[in-house]
Nanobody, 125 residues
Framework: QVQLVESGGGLVQAGGSLRLSCAASGRTFGSYFMGWFRQAPGKEREFVAAITWSAGYTYYTDSVKGRFTISRDYAKNTVYLQMNSLKPEDTAVYYC??????????????????WGQGTQVTVSS
């Protein structure tokens, strides 16, 4: 299993930027997709972005396309989520996840078996 530790959350005004980091340790070579999810109060956890660990192919939910960028530093075993042009509706706890193995299912929460503790992102209007 992979251990994941997120950092980089905080409070930012609308239009601002934040970069989240997810440091991975353990059997990272067994993880095909690394993903970012978010959960707002009273809502279900939802897919934000994913990246294939080896080739670096990226996938996004429609609401963040053009604003968020997922990337990874293979040597540092770290995945990043650069968030620009933030909106109040981006406010949520953001989670890093690992373990998805299929492009058909990598947007599903249940396809991941390792999760970080979450980091709060708050965007004020």
């Amino acid at each position: 299993q992979v251990q994941l530790v997120e950092s980089g959350g905080g409070l930012v005004q609308a239009g601002g930027s934040l970069r989240l980091s997810c440091a991975a340790s353990g059997r990272t070579f067994g993880s095909y997709f690394m993903g970012w999810f978010r959960q707002a109060p009273g809502k279900e956890r939802e897919f934000v972005a994913a990246i294939t660990w080896s080739a670096g192919y990226t996938y996004y939910t429609d609401s963040v396309k053009g604003r968020f960028t997922i990337s990874r530093d293979y040597a540092k075993n770290t995945v990043y989520l650069q968030m620009n042009s933030l909106k109040p509706e981006d406010t949520a706890v953001y989670y890093c996840a690992a373990g998805a193995s299929s492009i058909a299912t990598m947007r599903r929460v249940r396809d991941y078996d390792s999760w970080g503790q979450g980091t709060q992102v708050t965007v004020s209007s």
